[in-house]
């Protein structure tokens, strides 16, 4: 590319210094058989040379620049487009042509890992309330800064039904990490980003019960469970290299396997409607629990709860009892 484009320079060269000395509408001047000088038209194959030279140049270069822009997204060799506006534009099942794959999930030249918040996991991956749910809750309060797990570069960064303000960033190995229910976006798409740089701040926009940040980790669109990789209560990665199979997805991560997934999750409330046709939130107590632990995983408080149902805070918990949250 580089050779072609300093043969054409040197061509559109050449051309200039050919016509650098002519008047833009007439050729130098000759004489005629009676020695007198006249002025002749001159043609226009100069002009059209230099023009063809630098279209062509032009073309290059946009060629180049649109090359460039491609491979500075991360990835791309895995990823055939860069979209902006679709949450999950891919495909895993199209897209994951081998039996397995080794990712590394930071290198020593990058920032490493960080937390994206550190806070108690409120709800896990697999399967909740007869649907899928797709990622980890982290408890956290409105306004608390979200940061970046991974160096990457933010591919979107908007509002969304379902996540609500969302950002989502992809990294150099191919992952791409999620951030939802925001209640302030501060990144753009196509910003690099390091891990731990403040990405937004925690809400309770979009498909949510309460505050808290839906954190998800994708390979090629295929949501896989955080708690595979994360050990959220050291804030630390449990191994910096994995393996991904078909049989992990088939087993583990697709609609199929998740039936079997976590189908009582980590102790939500359900919802329960009076026969007036109000409706409120039941809590079952379970094995290890305490009025701190449901408050925490159904965001709530513990006076709240007391008030609720008009006991103190220092009330012995028994199992199977039902509590209003």
């Known amino acids: 590319m580089i050779i072609k484009k300093i043969s054409v320079l040197t061509l559109l060269m050449a051309a200039t210094l050919s016509v650098g000395a002519m008047t833009p509408d007439e050729k130098p001047l000759k004489k005629d058989d009676d020695g007198k000088k006249k ?27 649109e090359v460039d822009s491609l491979l500075a997204f991360p990835s791309q060799d895995l990823y055939a487009i860069w979209d902006t506006s679709i949450i999950h534009p891919y495909s895993f099942a199209s897209s994951f042509k081998q039996d397995s794959v080794v990712i590394r999930l930071t290198e020593p030249t990058d920032c490493g890992f960080v937390m994206p918040f550190r806070g108690p996991v409120t709800s896990e991956f697999g399967w909740r309330h007869r649907r899928p749910h797709y990622g980890t809750d982290i408890n956290l309060e409105t306004g608390d800064t979200v940061v970046a797990a991974f160096n990457g570069m933010v591919r979107i960064a908007k509002l969304n039904r379902s996540y609500g303000n969302v950002v989502i960033i992809r990294h150099a190995n191919g992952l791409e990490t999620v951030y939802a229910h925001l209640s302030k976006i501060l990144v753009e798409p196509g910003q690099i980003i390091e891990a731990g ?79 007036n046709g ?22 709530t408080t513990i006076k709240a709860i007391c008030a609720k149902n008009g006991i103190k805070q ?7 009892q039902k509590l209003k949250v």
């Open 39 to 65: 002025v002749t038209k001159r043609d226009d194959t100069c002009k059209v040379a230099v023009n063809t030279a630098m279209l062509t140049i032009n073309e290059e270069q946009e060629e180049t620049e």
């Open 197 to 275: 740089q403040i990405l937004g701040l925690g809400g309770n926009t979009g498909h949510s019960y309460g505050s808290h940040l839906h954190f998800e980790m994708r390979y090629l669109g295929q949501a896989m469970d955080t708690e595979d990789f994360v050990d959220y209560g050291t804030g630390m990665l449990k191994k910096n290299e994995f393996m991904i199979t078909r049989s992990d997805v088939e087993n583990k991560y697709d609609l199929r396997a998740l039936h079997s997934r976590h189908k009582s999750d980590l102790g939500f409330a359900k919802t329960v409607t009076a026969k």
């Open 278 to 299: 109000k409706k409120y939130k039941v809590y079952t107590v379970r094995k290890g629990d305490t009025l701190g632990k449901i408050a925490q995983r159904n965001h």
């Open 314 to 320: 220092n009330k012995v918990l028994k199992l199977g």
